[in-house]
């Protein structure tokens, strides 16, 4: 599958996690992070893809400690937790 193909689908997904927690903040983290990304970061992203949201929010606000396969650069922007956009009332 080719690089913009992979993005999209990776987009989508991104997106329908299951609930509108978990959509934000996977989905907002890929909307702001995801255009330049590489081969090697894609392939982290479609591998975190396939963890629990609860786990990836866990990770993501602090309250665990993230797998020794998601530490580095990609997890540490994920945990910056700036690319949500919150809805106004």
């Not at 992070?33 to 992203?45: H, K, L, M, V, Y």
Request: proline share 4%.
């Amino acid at each position: 599958m080719d690089h913009d193909a992979r993005l999209r689908r990776l987009g989508f997904r991104a997106w329908h996690r299951g609930t509108k927690e978990a959509d934000m903040l996977i989905g907002g983290f890929f909307d702001r992070n995801s255009a330049g990304w590489s081969d090697a970061e894609i392939a982290w992203f479609e591998i975190l893809l396939e963890e629990q949201d609860v786990d990836i929010m866990a990770w993501a606000i602090g309250t665990a400690a993230p797998p020794e396969q998601y530490h580095g650069e990609m997890m540490g922007r994920l945990k910056q937790l700036d690319y949500i956009e919150h809805p106004e009332p």
